[in-house]
């Protein structure tokens, strides 16, 4: 196989798993033994203090084995290895960019998208975000959204 293959083969799947290991995360992780980090992330904007939260620790928790990957694979070989650090670190751009600037409007860079996935995606944080506690939540991962928010969409166009 060349290289290069192997390399966007990495890369793939290396950002398609993340949006699994995110939603695993999510849910058993930060829902879980450290939802101490993640708490103030569930509070309404006007009960926070200032624009960090305790829940932006998550950055380094997937930054961090991006950034083994880069070492390992640019140092020491096999070269795919670095690929999959750069399908990490494209994930958590698109996590980045769709959960922060998009959904929770940290930055001010894009306004609202009206696409039916984009809607999905904001129906689907949004009930993640409808309960304020660890428990019984639903919607954990970011850009696989369950069908029941799409189907909404179709009934309020027919209406």
């Known amino acids: 196989m060349a290289t290069w293959l ?81 399908g990490i670190s494209l994930y958590g751009l698109t996590y980045f960019l769709i959960h922060d600037v998009y959904i929770h409007q940290r930055f001010r860079w894009f306004r609202q998208l009206d696409g039916w996935y984009s809607r999905a995606i904001l129906r689907a944080h949004g009930a993640h975000h409808a309960k304020t506690t660890k428990e019984e939540g639903e919607s954990f991962g970011l850009l696989v959204v369950h069908p029941k928010f799409f189907k909404r969409l179709l009934r309020s166009k027919k209406s």
């Open 6 to 86: 192997a390399c966007l083969i990495a890369t793939v799947a290396a950002y398609v798993g993340m949006e699994f290991m995110a939603w695993f995360t999510h849910k058993y992780v930060m829902h879980g033994f450290l939802w101490k980090w993640h708490e103030d992330h569930h509070k309404p904007k006007h009960e926070k203090e200032g624009f960090f939260e305790k829940n932006d620790r998550f950055f380094l928790v997937f930054a961090i084995p991006s950034m083994l990957c880069y070492m390992a694979g640019g140092l020491w070989g096999p070269t795919w290895v670095l690929f999959i650090g750069v």
